[in-house]
């Protein structure tokens, strides 16, 4: 795993942003997995400012979005649906047919979750998956205990996971109890992952998807079998690596 601590979360937007963006320049079709919360938003700020002023065009880039929760109305606020057109989608040229997202308002979650590993195989596989992670070690809505062979499917939150998201939603009566989620195994099979982490309140979980051992305890733990993976951190995020110096000196 390559690990880039950067000084602060306006340079891992920076550098996560220069990633995705020379990526596009180079394969213009590339096929992106994309992720939700706090953490990528300050990336995706700088995806829509290149597109602004510097002509980073999305016109013919495919992406698939990591999850869903079940049971939001469709265009609910805090569904990610709606997170990824509030903060990309309407903002850049991407074409509506080329943004898959998760469906947890599909009738038959079965097929929905087969259909979405379909349609990632249809389109060539995912070539850079940005990813973040939760404070309990999961990736995507992969909470602890997740197989490490698991491939989208239907998720319980955990409480830890709940609590978090709980300030997206202002009656917490709506939090939903399930989501729809990129399995571990889909994650790992795309050809390159990006993970990016912001603050101290990650650095624990941070440290032990890079230094601990491989584990559904931990579930961002299976990146460490993963041939190219990225790990861009802040300093707070990376302030509990034993081997920081190490990383430093290295990249
Ligand atoms: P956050 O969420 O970016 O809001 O911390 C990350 C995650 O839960 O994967």
Redesign the pocket.
């Known amino acids: 795993m390559r690990i880039i601590i950067e000084s602060d979360a306006a340079a891992v937007a920076v550098r996560a942003a220069t990633r995705v963006a020379d990526l596009i320049r180079r394969s213009p079709g590339c096929v992106l997995g994309l992720?939700t919360?706090?953490?990528?938003l300050g990336f995706y700020g700088e995806l829509v400012r290149r597109h602004e002023e510097d002509g980073l065009s999305f016109s013919r880039v495919v992406t698939f979005s990591l999850d869903d929760y079940i049971g939001l109305p469709p265009h609910h606020s805090a569904s990610f649906a709606a997170y990824m057109r509030r903060n990309l989608f309407d903002h850049v040229d991407m074409d509506p047919e080329n943004t898959h997202v998760l469906d947890g308002g599909a009738e038959d979650l079965l097929v929905a979750c087969e259909s979405y590993e379909a349609a990632i195989r249809e389109a060539g596989g995912i070539d850079l998956q940005v990813?973040?992670?939760?404070?309990n070690g999961?990736?995507?809505f992969n909470e602890p205990g997740s197989s490490l062979g698991s491939r989208t499917r239907v998720k319980t939150l955990t409480r830890e996971?709940l609590e978090?998201n709980a300030s997206s939603f202002e009656d917490l009566d709506e939090l939903p109890r399930l989501a729809i989620t990129m399995g571990v195994a889909t994650i790992l099979e795309a050809r390159s992952c990006l993970l990016l982490a912001l603050g101290e309140e990650?650095a624990l979980t941070v440290r032990d998807m890079i230094e601990g051992p491989i584990t559904a305890q931990a579930p961002a733990s299976a990146l460490q079998l993963h041939p190219d993976v990225t790990a861009l951190l802040d300093e707070g995020a990376a302030s509990r690596l034993q081997r920081r110096d190490y990383y430093r000196h290295r990249s």
Request: overall charge positive; charged content about 10%.
């Open positions: 992720p919360g706090r953490t990528p990813l973040g992670i939760g404070s999961h990736i995507g996971t978090a990650k």
